[in-house]
């Protein structure tokens, strides 16, 4: 079995999210089996990824395991499912909280809250709030969106939260954590209980020794002797100690879905992504390393020389279905337009690429640009300040227009002729791969890792030196110029996208895959399964 290790899903979410459902489609696709496991408790990880096509019985969430709640029968609940133990109840609907308050002789009994439409248009319940008899908050049921009360939270006579309890579908406990004040009187997680099918009972200190419990049974579950289960560590702060130290052998992958060094510009140097420090240290604990990019994969070897096998796996896939629609011709599209579908956050630098826009507004003055991706406000909103900053410089206010997060990325794709980036780093950039499928030019710096392997300068578009946003600006000009040069830059995106389709990306999987039943049989025969005989009978 393979599985893509992840913390969660949202309605929201990053490359790392987008990638692994690309990959996933593509393995159901060659029938390769695999699972997404999360490790965060979610009760609307399912509906999101059943949005995204993804089934039940390719979802592995940790808190699903342990309740034994992988593949559940989707019921819908609302208010007055809900057995209180008392008549003569009064049901007050906030349609604008959505939340039904429950009140018995006008003392509140409970707070129902429900989906919002996006989820469910039935009212159905999210969780439910109840009350003691003087008013004060003491437990807290919550829902899955499939339907079953999935933890129960406990409150304390002063409102803190004081337990969280995870239940079966039959309602016996399996999971629990516990909340004690610390030092500074603030209120912590500080134990975990594993609650075995036997009874038995096992306390660790923290989640991480839930994970490690939880990844142990995942490979005993799927071990086999005739093939390895195996790990790809996509987030690696999920798991980067115990992927590797399973007591079971598996084949270990850590995947770099980004760059591994701080300054990405000196890949030799720098100091380290603090997300990839510790597996990079403990790499040779690996079977695999994963890189996007071929020129990742280089610096990664000349830097670290890992006993670990580095592959370069794209981790964009260009559906085969992309390729068989009808290319848009640039004098189809939105003239003088350029477009950016991202996170706007301060290391996407989109100030640069509104500069950019600025100096090339004195030859092209109907040029414009849309931007799009949920608004990231940390640093005191420093990239909406820095976008708002370039936009009052250079007079753009009407030509450069924020929207929010989309998911109908591809439709916007073909409105749009260019494709802007001006990224501190990036891992590969999904975006710019689809907006070439798409027939878009780039316009880029030239930065690690992606960018500048997508775009190939001077055929789909133009890679200029990293920060010189000036000469960004020219480039825009000589595309919006020169029409019949955007064409052909435009076709050549069309044919290079070819690169990342599912054949070629299959093929890059299959070898990695190929390499780990090559090397199972060594594996197999340096482990000792432990003594698990004469313990269960002994004289006291």
Not at 40 to 53: M, R, T
Not at 205 to 220: A, Q, Y
């Amino acid at each position: 079995m393979n599985f893509f290790i992840n913390t969660t899903y949202n309605e929201k979410n990053s490359g790392i999210e987008h990638a692994q459902i690309k990959r996933a489609k593509l393995f159901r696709n060659n029938k390769a089996p695999f699972k997404l496991i999360f490790r965060d408790w979610n009760p609307k990880e399912h509906f999101y990824l059943n949005a995204a096509d993804i089934k039940d019985d390719e979802i592995l969430n940790m808190f699903d395991f342990f309740q034994k709640a992988e593949n559940v029968e989707t019921k819908k609940n609302n208010v007055m499912d809900i057995d209180f133990g008392l008549t003569g109840l009064t049901y007050n609907d906030e349609p604008n909280n959505n939340r039904y308050i429950v009140l018995k002789d006008n003392a509140i009994v409970a707070r129902v809250r429900y989906f919002d439409e996006s989820i469910s248009k039935d009212k159905q319940v999210s969780a439910v709030e109840y009350f003691d008899g003087f008013g004060n908050l003491y437990r807290v049921d919550f829902y899955d969106t499939r339907g079953f009360q999935s933890m129960v939270e406990w409150y304390t006579p002063d409102n803190k939260v004081a337990t969280d309890v995870w239940y079966d579908l039959n309602g016996k406990p399996v999971l629990e954590t516990y909340y004690r004040k610390n030092a500074k009187g603030k209120m912590e997680q500080s134990a975990w209980k594993i609650i075995e099918d036997d009874g038995s009972i096992k306390i660790v200190d923290n989640i991480d020794d839930v994970v490690f419990e939880f990844l142990n049974k995942v490979n005993d579950k799927y071990f086999s002797i005739k093939e390895p289960n195996v790990f790809v560590l996509d987030r690696t702060n999920v798991a980067d100690w115990m992927v590797p130290k399973l007591h079971r052998p598996a084949y270990y992958v850590m995947h770099l879905h980004n760059s591994q060094v701080g300054d990405p510009q000196k890949p030799d140097t720098s100091i380290l992504n603090n997300n990839y420090e510790f597996p990079l240290f403990t790499g040779n604990d690996y079977d695999a390393i994963i890189t996007a990019t071929e020129k990742q994969r280089k610096d990664v070897m000349r830097r670290f020389k890992p006993l670990a096998k580095v592959f370069t796996i794209a981790v964009g896939i260009v559906p085969n279905e992309q390729f068989d629609k009808p290319r848009i011709p640039m004098s189809e599209r939105k003239p003088n337009s350029i477009l950016a579908t991202a996170r706007i956050a301060p290391e996407k630098q989109f100030g640069d690429l509104v500069s950019a826009m600025g100096i090339a507004k004195k030859e092209i003055p109907d040029i414009s640009l849309d931007l799009y991706g949920y608004l990231d406000h940390s640093q005191n909103d420093r990239a909406k300040k820095e976008i708002d900053k370039a936009i009052k410089k250079y007079d753009l206010k009407n030509q450069v227009h924020i929207h929010g997060y989309t998911t109908d990325v591809g439709k916007i794709q073909d409105q749009y002729q260019v494709y802007g980036l001006t990224s501190v780093m990036e891992g590969f950039n999904l975006a710019m791969m689809e907006a070439t499928s798409h027939g878009e030019v780039g316009a880029t710096y030239d930065v690690n890792y992606g960018p500048n392997e997508l775009i190939q300068d001077g055929e789909n578009g133009y890679v200029v030196d990293y920060g010189d946003y000036k000469a960004l600006g020219e480039k825009l000009i000589y595309l919006f110029k020169h029409k019949d040069v955007l064409q052909k830059m435009s076709d050549a995106s069309y044919d290079l996208a070819k690169r990342y389709s599912e054949e070629s990306v299959w093929n890059e999987w299959k070898s990695l895959l190929n390499d780990a039943r090559e090397n199972w049989d060594k594996k197999l025969k340096d482990y000792r399964e432990p003594i698990n005989q004469g313990l269960n009978q002994m004289e006291e």
